[in-house]
């Protein structure tokens, strides 16, 4: 059973600084994909940065230039280095990974970032 679990979040004053993080427990197997995404009150679920099997990243335009994705294989996490941040950042951010034959997406719990102004 894959288990995903998200720490690092907490409350921030703008143009500060956090960092995710992701542990994921059980198998990894036939990766897709492993990123983060954030949904603020009101609105949906978006995608803030991923890293695709093969290497490639994705960032939500919102967020380049101030946010960074990465992982190390060893411990099986996966991060989010977070700079700058703005009240607009202000989410639930959640961990996710797509993997498997039949590719399946699984969700950490989710962890809050408050970026106060």
């Known amino acids: 059973q894959v288990q995903l679990v998200e720490s690092g979040g907490g409350l921030v004053q703008a143009g500060g600084s956090l960092r995710l993080a992701c542990v994921v427990s059980g198998s990894i197997d036939r990766l897709s994909a492993m990123g983060w995404y954030r949904q603020a009150p009101g609105k949906q679920r978006e995608l803030v940065a991923r890293m695709i099997s093969g290497g490639s990243t994705d960032y939500a335009d919102s967020v380049k230039g101030r946010f960074t994705i990465s992982r190390d294989n060893a411990k099986k996490t996966l991060y989010l280095q977070m700079n700058s941040l703005k009240p607009e950042d202000t989410a639930v951010y959640y961990c996710?990974?797509?993997?498997?034959?039949?590719?399946?997406?699984?969700w950490g719990q989710g962890t809050q970032v408050t970026v106060s102004s």
């Open positions: 996710n990974v797509l993997m498997g034959l039949v590719p399946r997406n699984y």
